[in-house]
């Protein structure tokens, strides 16, 4: 049920159906504070079996819903774990009334995580509203929608919509994101304020993990959110 990632962050694996024969990966991050308390990043399906292992692992304090898709099974893992806080990206709120949002995430990292965990808003998409993670410890990036690393398909329509969205057997940014990019060049300088952090694995929602030279990926798959960075600001 759930894989050892790297030290102090754990994942747990789904697929979700899109459409009849269109199915996506899914993955949770869980990572563990220096306190042994758990970090819940971007919550799957929640089965017993699941709930169960995770319980093994330590007490939950974190849910997080990292931007303002990746929301659907927040409440069900809230209602396993009241005691949880549930963090969420800015704008899942007026997305999600019905969710209890304890904290609305940005880029100021909340103070239990204050060493161990630094968050960055990829700016300039407000349809999404993405939060990366850093896990300091053990130097590895989280990422939600930003990237995918999707080399296992399911379904016959998938390889297809994988094309369409040129993230097909390949790391790479989707073509939605760029099409969600309503200001390139703050998107730009927040990848490069990323890009700034020590870390050398990334971690994804959507595919494999990416286990050294994380950096150098990360640069390559979102050149052209980068090279957005340069242009001039849009009128106010």
């Given at each position: ?5 790297v ?31 758990l ?8 089965t ?13 304090a974190?849910?997080?819903?990292p ?9 069900r ?8 806080a ?9 997305k999600?009334?019905?969710l209890?949002?304890?904290l609305?995430l ?13 968050c ?31 080399k ?15 993230c ?5 940014q ?17 990848m490069?304020e990323?890009l ?15 286990h050294?030279?994380g ?16 242009l001039p600001?849009?009128?106010?």
């Open positions: 049920m759930l894989e050892t990632i030290d102090g962050v754990y994942g747990a694996s789904d697929w979700l159906r899109m459409t009849p024969g269109w199915w996506f990966p899914l993955r949770m991050t869980i990572l563990k504070l220096d306190s042994g308390e970090a819940l990043h971007s919550p799957i399906r929640p017993p079996e699941l709930i169960a292992a995770v319980k093994g692992l330590g007490s939950v974190y849910i997080i819903a931007n303002c898709f990746h929301h659907l099974f927040a409440g893992w809230k209602e396993a774990f009241p005691e949880a549930l963090v969420a990206a800015a704008g899942l709120r007026a999600r009334p019905d209890a949002i304890d609305d940005t880029t100021e990292t909340p103070e239990a995580w204050a060493g161990q965990i630094d960055q808003e990829i700016r300039g998409i407000p349809g999404l509203r993405e939060v990366v993670f850093l896990h300091r410890p053990s130097r590895t990036l989280i990422v939600t929608d930003l990237i995918f690393n999707i296992e398909s399911r379904g016959v329509l998938t390889p297809l919509m994988l094309m369409i969205t040129g097909r057997n390949k790391t790479a989707s073509r939605l994101v760029r099409f969600s990019t309503k200001d390139r060049r703050a998107a730009g300088e927040s490069r990323v700034a952090w020590d870390f050398d694995h990334i971690v994804m929602a959507h595919g494999e993990v990416i050294g030279e950096k150098e990926v990360l640069t390559e798959a979102c050149r052209w959110m980068l090279e957005g960075a340069a600001a849009p009128a106010p």
